[in-house]
């Protein structure tokens, strides 16, 4: 590794400074250890190419990408790219993948193997979030383990099974309590749901995937979940768990997941996040600022691990690239994107706060 110094001064080009502000407070994706990337949802009908995509999170030196459906533009845009993927098979897919493994092997033959290894798949995550509690969805609970094991076959026949993890996105609403973490357990009625699921990841060395969003707990129960708390800001010492002590909500939710998982029968099961978030505007504590505050705290914070976990950076995948003006819901679910659609940084203006600089120190690690 070589550091090189450069000084640059009496620099007044507006367009400079702010350019170079950009790079100086933006958070950077380079850092390895901090095992960040971001999820490229598609919701909206004003977002770039897929090319220019692939060539924004590149001049960001962004990773990491996890995208919702094997879109073949996206996935051809992404060849030679060096950027890590994790790849969902849509809910939509579970039964049929479940129902045959001749279908599991055509959809990795499809979506993965005619593209690999110009494509560095990293993860095929099976379902998303799938809510036994919903009527719609509960069909799918028994499918989720059929499926990944299916995919699983279809990845070990093709001689990757070391190569490509496989997964799924717990739902949140299974963790029954998280206060203190080290009491973290899957709600009784579907633990019998969870326990082959995690047994499963253990005996095959693969990661549990699970959403953390404070933003939610935050606005469902301020009184209890104070801004600071959500957003690592927090001073004092929230949740004392024995001898941990928990400063913010992430580390909470993360660690009562590793005791509930743990419980399960995966001691061994690492976590990945993936995704989290704050909206910059839409709704109560939605704002640039607060986003920006999250997002830059995140990125710092998991580079470090949990209470639970320490000294282990949190692979973690912030959502999301853009903003999606078609994203059912409230207002704010369109307004986590770090970008706007014309490929402008959100949070610029939210760390470049001094207005002119005479004179810059540069750092450039390579």
Not at 239 to 257: C, E, P, W
Request: overall charge negative.
């Amino acid at each position: 590794m070589a550091v090189f110094r450069a000084t640059i001064c009496y620099c007044y080009d507006p367009f400079l400074v702010s350019l170079l502000l950009l790079v100086l407070f933006l958070p950077n994706f380079h850092q390895t250890d901090a095992q960040i990337g971001v999820c490229n949802g598609r919701l909206g009908n004003n977002l770039p190419s897929d090319q220019e995509v692939v060539d924004l999170y590149k001049s960001n030196g962004i990773g990491r990408m996890r995208m919702y459906d094997p879109n073949p533009q996206t996935l051809q845009a992404l060849k030679r790219s060096n950027i890590e993927l994790v790849l969902d098979v849509p809910n939509s897919n579970l039964q049929s993948l479940a129902n045959s493994t001749a279908a599991a092997s055509k959809w990795i033959r499809d979506n993965v193997l005619n593209y690999y290894p110009d494509v560095k798949f990293r993860i095929i995550v099976v379902g998303n979030e799938v809510d036994p509690s919903k009527d719609v969805m509960a069909h799918l609970v028994p499918l989720v383990l059929l499926a990944m094991s299916n995919v699983y076959d279809a990845l070990a026949s093709a001689s990757l099974k070391d190569e490509i993890k496989v997964s799924t996105v717990t739902y949140p609403g299974l963790l029954r309590t998280s206060i203190p973490p080290s009491q973290g357990v899957f709600e009784g009625a579907w633990f019998s749901f969870m326990v082959p699921i995690i047994n499963f990841l253990q005996n095959t060395n693969n990661p549990l995937l699970v959403n953390i969003y404070p933003y939610i707990s935050h606005i469902g129960d301020p009184q209890d979940v104070p801004l600071p708390y959500a957003l690592f800001t927090a001073r004092g010492v929230g949740v004392q768990d024995g001898q941990l002590s928990y400063r913010n909500l992430f580390d909470v939710i993360l660690d009562a997941t590793y005791s509930a998982v743990e419980k399960a029968g995966g001691p061994d099961v690492e976590i990945v996040v993936s995704e989290s978030g704050w909206p910059s505007a839409g709704g109560t504590a939605a704002s640039v600022e607060n986003a920006g505050t999250y997002y830059r705290n995140l990125i710092n914070h998991v580079k470090g691990g949990s209470p639970k976990r320490p000294g282990r950076a949190i692979e973690t995948y912030w959502f999301a690239m853009f903003d999606e003006n078609m994203k059912p819901g409230p207002e704010s679910e369109r307004r986590y994107g770090l970008f706007s659609p014309n490929k402008q940084p959100k949070y610029e203006n939210t760390w470049a706060t001094t207005p002119l600089v005479e004179s810059l120190v540069l750092y450039c690690t390579i």
